[in-house]
């Protein structure tokens, strides 16, 4: 399968925990995004990288929220000291360089629920 | 918060009939548009895009408009089918400069059998 692999599939926590996601772009996707979902809602944006860099960040990104791409590859999305507010389904994306294929593709998801 | 809206947050359609979904965009300087389709427990799945300098683009039994005018696109689903029930968002990425897109709320689109 070469889409867009997220892990886990599904996260149970308990208030007050440390939680870390992981995402596998498509190969040789140079940008990766991380979105949040609520259910009935669209994904709202949190972040995106190109490569190793970190271009832009949500104001919905607290200091409780950091994410990274090390070596331009995978990404990790940590949350620290989870509020049942963060319940939420965790979305991926990675997309091509360049101005002629721009389109996102999502992975599944991750769902996150904070006891 | 920043967002991109949708006029209908539900749509019923009988099986062969033409769906239209519309969603009203928020900045005038954004460049390029998505529609996606997200069926329950999957990510969001791309359906057809469009450039900021085309108002029309056809896709297999899907077609988007485009109306820089009033801010507005809207997808149509020809002969819609059962398998075309889902949610569906359009997005839109701002201006030159960036690559963040921006969702709307959503519209369920039920297909009635």
């Known amino acids: 399968d070469t889409g867009v692999s997220q892990d886990p599939r599904h996260k149970i926590t308990k208030r007050g925990q440390n939680v870390t996601f992981r995402c596998d772009p498509i190969?040789?996707?140079?940008?990766l995004y991380w979105y949040r979902q609520t259910l009935g809602q669209g994904p709202e944006f949190l972040t995106y990288f190109q490569n190793e860099a970190q271009l832009e960040k949500s104001r919905l990104l607290s200091d409780r929220f950091s994410a990274e791409r090390p070596k331009g590859s995978f990404s990790t999305l940590e949350i620290q000291r989870t509020e049942q507010g963060d319940s939420a389904m965790y979305l991926c994306?990675?997309?091509?360089?360049?101005?002629?294929?721009?389109?996102?593709?999502f992975g599944s998801g991750t769902q996150l629920s904070v006891l | 918060g920043e967002s991109v809206g949708l006029h209908l947050p539900t749509l019923s359609v009988q099986e062969g009939d033409n769906s239209i979904i519309n969603c009203a965009y928020s900045n005038s300087a954004s460049d390029y548009f998505i529609w996606y389709k997200q069926e329950s427990g999957k990510g969001p799945q791309f359906i057809i895009d469009?450039?900021?300098?085309?108002d029309k683009r056809q896709g297999q039994r899907v077609t988007v408009l485009l109306n820089k005018t009033v801010k507005h696109l809207s997808l149509q689903i020809a002969a819609t089918q059962p398998g075309d029930s889902a949610v569906y968002f359009c997005a839109e990425k701002y201006a030159s400069g960036t690559y963040k897109y921006i969702f709307g709320t959503g519209t369920r689109l039920k297909v009635l059998a």
């Open positions: 190969s040789e996707h140079n940008r």
């Open positions: 469009i450039r900021s300098n085309m």
């Open positions: 994306a990675s997309s091509p360089s360049g101005s002629t294929n721009e389109k996102l593709f």
